[in-house]
């Protein structure tokens, strides 16, 4: 199995900034990609970010604020976050693509969240 484990989050006033990193650990063959989603209190998950081999992907409301890179050798994923807003509050997951083997088909696995807090 795989671990994902999130660290980061915290309060921060608007205008701040904060990174998140996510530490991947397990029997992986490969890391198809790897993205941060986020869910506000009363809304869906959302997509902020995600990276594979092809590049980066970014929400339209985190573009030019927030920037997702990955340290390859240590299998961790960060999201650095500027320019912090209240709408930017919210838990926000790891969410990585992973395969075992080449044969086999790709498995989503998911941290277990940490809290962003974005007020005065």
């Known amino acids: 199995q795989v671990q994902l484990v999130e660290s980061g989050g915290g309060l921060v006033q608007p205008g701040g900034s904060l990174r998140l990193s996510c530490a991947v650990s397990g029997s992986i063959f490969s890391l198809d990609s790897m993205g941060w989603y986020r869910q506000a209190p009363g809304k869906q998950r959302e997509l902020v970010a995600t990276?594979?081999?092809?590049?980066?992907n970014y929400a339209d409301s985190v573009k030019g604020r927030f920037t997702i890179s990955r340290d390859t050798a240590k299998n961790t994923l960060y999201l650095q976050m500027d320019s912090l807003q209240p709408e930017d509050t919210a838990v926000y997951y790891c969410?990585?693509?992973?395969?075992?083997?080449?044969?086999?088909?790709?498995?989503?696995?998911w941290g277990q969240g940490t809290q962003v807090t974005v007020s005065p």
């Open positions: 969410q990585v693509k992973w395969r075992q083997s080449l044969l086999r088909n790709p498995v989503d696995s």
């Open positions: 990276i594979t081999s092809g590049g980066t």
